[in-house]
């Protein structure tokens, strides 16, 4: 287990950008990380994942083309890029942790990961 922390989230107009972190005090070196979002009313839904080296992202399809997933291990950060942000966007976003395990797929932690460590999100609001 790990303790994650995001910040950068904030109200935006729509059209702006954001630029999210995950970090820990632990290394998260040896974790894949998710980016999950929460918007008002509705369920959780996934993002975007890198693998342990960020050789490896996945998008799910409506964060293709606008979300960019990346990590700095200088840093100990995972970052989520947001851009032309629009209203739709608005809510909860958290990242979660876990190992890569054997024949690791980027797709399939993204889509079927269970997770053992998750951090307490940061808001997102994006005003029209």
């Known amino acids: 287990q790990v303790q994650l922390v995001e910040s950068g989230g904030g109200l935006v107009q729509s059209g702006g950008s954001l630029k999210l972190s995950c970090t820990a005090r632990r290394t998260l070196d040896y974790y894949a990380i998710a980016w999950f979002r929460q918007a008002p009313g509705k369920e959780r839904e996934g993002i975007s994942c890198?693998?342990?080296?960020?050789?490896?992202?996945h998008y799910v399809y409506f964060a293709q083309g606008r979300f960019l997933i990346s990590r700095d291990s200088a840093k100990n950060t995972v970052y989520l890029e947001i851009k032309d942000l629009k209203p739709e966007d608005t809510g909860v976003y958290s990242c979660a942790a876990d190992f890569e395990g054997n024949d690791f797929s980027v797709q399939d932690f993204c889509h079927f990961g269970e997770f053992g460590s998750w951090g307490m999100g940061t808001r997102v609001t994006v005003s029209s």
């Open positions: 890198i693998s342990t080296d960020g050789s490896m992202r």
